[in-house]
């Protein structure tokens, strides 16, 4: 089993950057694969953000959001982040983290196994 928690989300001005974290817990976690982003806004459906292979550090990106999102890991922590830059009030949503243990998983599919509760990131024009 994989616990996810995450962390970070606020209210902020258009053109602002914050940074989003996702810590990781449970047994499962040292068989990660890969953790992902996704955000959903009101009425909208999850779309994908980015991903990052757990070993080896490969990392896939929306290409709408390409150049204004970087996805990292801190795998000694257990912990991944989201640092997005220069917001727009199009960038509102709830933001999730999400893993999975299967080799192999398409990143940007949003049939991750393990999901964190979301957190409200709201930018005001």
């Known amino acids: 089993q994989v616990h996810l928690v995450d962390s970070g989300g606020g209210l902020v001005q258009a053109g602002d950057s914050l940074r989003l974290s996702c810590v990781a817990s449970?047994?499962?976690?040292?068989?990660?694969?890969?953790m992902g982003w996704f955000r959903q806004a009101p009425g909208k459906q999850r779309d994908f953000v980015a991903a990052?292979?757990?070993?080896?550090?490969?990392?896939h990106y929306a290409d709408s959001l390409k150049g204004r999102v970087t996805i990292s890991s801190d795998n000694a922590k257990n912990t991944l982040y989201l640092e997005m830059s220069s917001m727009k009030p199009e960038d509102t949503a709830v933001y999730y983290c999400?893993?999975?243990?299967?080799?192999?998983?398409?990143?940007?599919?949003?049939?991750?196994?393990?999901w964190g509760q979301g957190t409200q990131v709201t930018v005001s024009s």
């Open positions: 449970g047994g499962g976690t040292v068989y990660t694969s890969v």
């Open positions: 999400a893993a999975d243990l299967r080799w192999g998983k398409l990143p940007s599919h949003n049939d991750y196994t393990y």
């Open positions: 990052i292979t757990w070993n080896g550090g490969i990392t």
